[in-house]
């Protein structure tokens, strides 16, 4: 069982309508579905609707608006969301992607562990090893978030990071085993920032670690867990630390 507020589909707080700073009509019918399944999954949402009627009704926000107020039931550790995207959106740029692109980078890392909301909190907080029911579980989540997507009218990019951020290079990763250029651009992205920030924060199950030896940690995987040439740019361009490339 999930460890949040129960919330009845039936509710106020996740009835169809729109967020008032969401203006286009995909994007509302989108939004409206998602809380609802989310709602369905023992996910309090009513907070999310309150948060998007504080909004100003701006019509600019768009997809922009809807992806700031999934993003804030996800959950996860303290500030990862905001960090994840902050370095996602700038290893995409470093690599000169477009500005479209680089918008789709943005949403699939804002979004990239909805589907942790199917999680139990206790799997998630562990402190010890997991069970192979409990792996499958957290492992699941990557498609999960991509199914909770699908009513956005989101880039397909953006959904492909969601679901295929815990590919490996090599093939070894999740959900479909894709490997090298086969796993989508952003996914590629999003991975890398996703396990550097994981890298430098405390978890019930490890310590933070500093910055340069989460580099280091990147460079390693560069061409069996991450793509070689986007984890070199990462930690030359983003993190800065060009003296650990040879």
């Given at each position: 069982m999930l460890m949040l507020a129960l919330a009845s589909p039936t509710s106020p707080a996740v009835r169809p309508a729109c967020p008032c700073g969401?203006?286009?009509?995909?994007?509302?019918?989108?939004?409206?579905?998602?809380?609802?399944r989310l709602a369905e999954l023992g996910v309090e949402t009513g907070a999310v609707w309150a948060a998007a009627h504080r909004q100003p009704a701006a019509p600019e926000l768009g997809l922009d608006a809807a992806v700031e107020l999934l993003a804030s039931v996800q959950g996860g550790g303290r500030?990862?969301?905001r960090r994840v995207v902050a370095l996602a959106v700038s290893l995409a740029e470093a690599a000169g992607l477009s500005a479209e692109q680089v918008r789709a980078v943005r949403w699939g890392a804002a979004l990239h562990d909805?589907?942790?909301?199917?999680?139990?909190?206790?799997?998630?907080?562990?402190?010890?090893?997991l069970t192979g029911e409990e792996r499958a579980l957290v492992q699941g989540h990557a498609a999960w978030g991509a199914e909770l997507l699908a009513p956005l009218p989101l880039?397909?990019?953006?959904?492909?990071?969601?679901?295929?951020?815990?590919?490996?290079?090599?093939?070894?990763?999740?959900?479909?085993?894709?490997?090298?250029?086969?796993?989508?651009?952003?996914?590629?992205?999003?991975?890398?920032?996703?396990?550097?920030?994981?890298?430098?924060?405390?978890?019930?199950?490890?310590?933070a670690w500093c910055e340069r030896e989460a580099a280091r940690v990147?460079?390693?995987?560069?061409?069996?867990?991450?793509?070689?040439?986007?984890?070199?740019?990462?930690?030359?361009?983003?993190?800065?630390f060009r003296d650990l490339l040879p």
């Open positions: 969401v203006r286009d009509d995909g994007v509302r019918r989108g939004v409206g579905e998602v809380l609802a500030g990862h969301g909805l589907g942790k909301v199917r999680v139990p909190r206790e799997v998630l907080d562990k402190p010890g090893p880039p397909a990019a953006s959904v492909a990071a969601v679901r295929h951020h815990h590919e490996r290079w090599d093939g070894g990763g999740y959900p479909r085993g894709l490997r090298c250029r086969r796993i989508p651009l952003a996914a590629r992205i999003v991975a890398i920032a996703d396990v550097f920030d994981a890298l430098i924060s405390a978890r019930p199950y490890k310590p990147i460079l390693r995987g560069a061409g069996s867990q991450f793509d070689p040439r986007l984890a070199r740019l990462f930690v030359r361009e983003v993190l800065g």
